[in-house]
């Protein structure tokens, strides 16, 4: 249990995978993913994702408490269980509790969310992310991979409009698809544009 605390400041520098991708290599099924910091990715996509995944990010500090607190009243009402899972958690899920049944994991998760937003800080969390998410549904990882199967572009030079569609095929690729969105995706990707200037002003206030 204490291996990832131990194991998490090493991951302020370096390309680290996630456990699903590794688990598929072992597997030899394919994985595609190429390592772009993110300075060198086009600004919109770590808006429009942050957008998508997690739109309190550069404010709390690995646990977004308040969405916490509406799943639990939803759920109290009678609605449906919905993710309020953060970036960070998210992280902290790919790196090292991946294989780990969900109940248990969650429990594990949310500790190790905040520890991972105090060492590694958002910038590095977030680049982290962008390079282990699936964005495609065969195996591509990261953003890079991502941009060249939906529109054969590298990250870097994607519009406004494509990271927006990158980000809508989150958290189910093997479903979305942002090369040939459908139209609910790109209603998705219309609600991510807008929300994007938000997380921009957010994360300019925040640095």
Not at 91 to 112: G, H, M, S, T, Y
Not at 169 to 180: G, W
Request: hydrophobic content about 45%; charged content about 20%.
């Amino acid at each position: 249990m204490l291996v990832p605390y131990v194991l998490a400041p090493l991951y302020r520098v370096g390309h680290p995978v996630s456990a699903l991708m590794a688990w598929q290599r072992l597997r030899g099924a394919p994985v595609t993913r190429h390592w772009v910091d993110l300075p060198a990715m086009s600004p919109y996509v770590p808006r429009a994702v942050v957008a998508a995944e997690d739109a309190h990010f550069c404010r709390h500090r690995g646990i977004d408490w308040g969405a916490l607190r509406e799943v639990i009243g939803d759920v109290e009402e009678g609605g449906e269980i919905r993710g309020a899972s953060t970036i960070s958690q998210q992280v902290a899920k790919n790196l090292f509790l991946a294989p780990i049944p969900d109940l248990i994991r969650k429990v594990l998760e949310f500790p190790l969310a905040m520890w991972i937003d105090f060492i590694l800080g958002k910038s590095r969390i977030l680049e982290i992310y962008l390079n282990v998410a699936q964005m495609g549904p065969s195996g591509q990882y990261g953003a890079e991979a991502g941009a060249h199967y939906a529109f054969d572009r590298p990250v870097s030079s994607l519009s406004v409009r494509e990271a927006a569609t990158l980000a809508a095929v989150l958290p189910n690729p093997a479903l979305r698809s942002a090369r040939n969105p459908t139209p609910a995706v790109r209603r998705l990707a219309g609600v991510y544009m807008a929300r994007s200037e938000w997380v921009r002003r957010c994360w300019a206030e925040k640095r």
